[in-house]
């Protein structure tokens, strides 16, 4: 008949149930948590959070709109102001030399250093919208390079070889070949950029998720908390799959393109040996001059006060010149080993975890269904409601604070890898089955190779991710290390000491990231396919 139900099958029973398992895995996880800390009252029972989350279902909507309100601007100016410079990037590639390590530092200020000017400087809800964008820009940015830079030289060369301009080249090949990764950064940028709008909130606001998160934990409401933070998580997990479906549905040659797509920058001709040492020297000594004269000028612009904006003056003279210069300098340096080795852990196992799930992902969609939506939870939920319990799980040491860190620089990574490893032309891994290879050798000799560009973009970004987490871990949690000194500098009014500590994490991430786009060159000019 032909309205009859069809019948269910073993094949169908087993997806649901694959479906459903990790969902049940949280929740017992979560029940065991709440009965083993029921005496300290940390973790609530499921049915607590629910019984919260429906008596504070009225207020919900009011909150719930202006944070998405303040997101959503912070996403299409963050995503709007990446996308257009790195359209520039890639047609005139010594404005990147010359701008990328400002870009990078943007990424690097600590918010908690940031968050007071913005709020003096800035009106209305202009502080939370640009933490918002701050959020999402450095990571779309590299991905918008990135794919521009993916696209097939060949087809390149035709448009070339047809009179067509380097602009025609964009818009008719580049701009194409970067959807993919573009949408891969959306997904991320979504849920970043309504986390970056709640942090502002935390910070200072009168309405908002963030706001009310706030008012749960200073009264020490722990299931109204528990609430407030998974509403966040589920709509930054709605945000990431929304993105998600679009993404597949404007890109679906992603996955099945016959042509073998190359990935990375042909060598470039060899330069005199003035030239290799010149021209770099010349690019770091143009961004740090450019840094200071917008350093000297927005405190000009808007008429900042001494007592709290400093200027690059004042940071020296403090390490340098100051009747307690070397006491200054002692402490950041002792800050600085801490604040480094609980950002290098969390960063070197972040990054290694994502790696091998990337791998596992792409293998296997059961693995895919299975991991994804736990990947998700853990990165939609806001470290500043998240790291006191990680820290009472796993303690307050170096455990506690990798932990932290693996969590913020883990997402970022998996979902730029898996793009990358998807990248792989169909053609290409057909081939190595044809001639008896299994899937993981395809995916050794294919994949990966073309998923290095991807791998070490996540290598880069993560190093700014890995030091904002391991100050924010410190902040909330250890009390040690130059993210605890921040906060204590600055409730203390010690401006000089805050930005010298601020201007110091950004130049250590700057310097990071110079180091692994310097390692990078080599290994992908030897292994990644083509060139673009």
Not at 212 to 238: H, K
Request: glycine share 8%; with cysteine.
């Amino acid at each position: 008949m032909s309205g009859a139900p069809e019948p269910v099958t073993m094949a169908g029973l087993r997806s649901a149930l694959l479906r459903l398992a990790p969902a049940a895995v949280i929740v017992a996880l979560w029940t065991l948590l709440a009965v083993s800390f029921t005496g300290l009252r940390v973790v609530p029972t499921p049915w607590a959070v629910i019984h919260a989350f429906l008596d504070d279902l009225p207020v919900y909507g009011p909150n719930v709109s202006s944070t998405l309100s303040v997101a959503g601007v912070g996403f299409l100016v963050g995503n709007g102001a990446a996308l257009a410079l790195g359209v520039v990037f890639v047609q005139v590639p010594w404005v990147e030399r010359l701008l990328l390590r400002i870009a990078v530092a943007s990424f690097c200020v600590p918010l908690v250093a940031i968050a007071p000017i913005l709020v003096v400087v800035l009106p209305g809800d202009a502080p939370k919208q640009t933490l918002a964008a701050l959020s999402v820009f450095f990571t779309t940015l590299i991905a918008v390079v990135l794919g521009l830079r993916s696209a097939d030289p060949a087809s390149l060369q035709v448009v070339r070889s047809l009179g067509g301009s380097q602009w025609q080249a964009m818009f008719k090949i580049r701009f194409f070949a970067m959807l993919p990764s573009l949408f891969g950064a959306l997904r991320i940028a979504a849920p970043a950029a309504l986390l970056g709008a709640i942090i502002g909130e935390y910070l200072g606001a009168s309405q908002g998720l963030g706001v009310m998160l706030v008012q749960a934990q200073s009264s020490f409401q722990v299931p109204r908390t528990w609430a407030v933070a998974l509403v966040m998580s589920a709509l930054a997990g709605l945000a990431y799959l929304v993105f998600g479906v679009i993404g597949r549905l404007m890109t679906p040659w992603a996955a099945h393109d016959v042509t073998l797509v190359t990935v990375s920058q042909p060598p470039p001709p060899p330069r005199r040996m003035w030239a290799a040492v010149t021209i770099p020297v010349l690019g770091v000594a143009g961004s740090i001059a450019i840094v200071i004269a917008c350093w000297y000028a927005l405190i000009a612009a808007f008429d900042l006060n001494a007592y709290f904006a400093k200027t690059p003056l004042d940071v020296l003279r403090f390490i340098t010149s100051s009747p307690e210069a070397s006491e200054n300098r002692a402490s950041l340096w002792s800050g600085l080993k801490i604040t480094l080795t609980d950002a290098g852990a969390g960063y070197l196992f972040g990054t290694l975890a994502a790696s091998l799930t990337a791998l596992l992902i792409v293998t296997s969609k059961t693995f895919e269904r299975a991991v994804m939506p736990v990947a998700i939870a853990l990165r939609s939920v806001p470290l500043v409601a998240m790291t006191p319990l990680l820290a009472l799980v796993f303690g307050r040491g170096l455990t506690g604070v990798t932990v932290i860190v693996s969590i913020v620089t883990f997402f970022p990574t998996l979902i730029n890898v898996v793009v990358g490893l998807r990248s792989a032309p169909a053609l290409a891994t057909d081939v190595v089955r044809s001639l008896g290879g299994s899937d993981t050798l395809a995916t050794r000799k294919v994949r990966i190779l073309y998923a290095l560009p991807a791998f070490f973009a996540s290598a880069r970004t993560g190093v700014p991710g890995a030091l904002a987490g391991a100050t924010l871990a410190e902040w909330l949690a250890t009390g040690q290390g130059i993210g605890s000194m921040i906060v204590q500098d600055y409730a203390g009014s010690r401006f000089d000491a805050l930005w010298t500590e601020s201007v110091v994490i950004v130049v250590v991430s700057v310097l990071f990231y110079t180091a692994i786009s310097a390692l990078e060159r080599p290994i992908t000019r030897r292994f990644a396919v083509g060139g673009a």
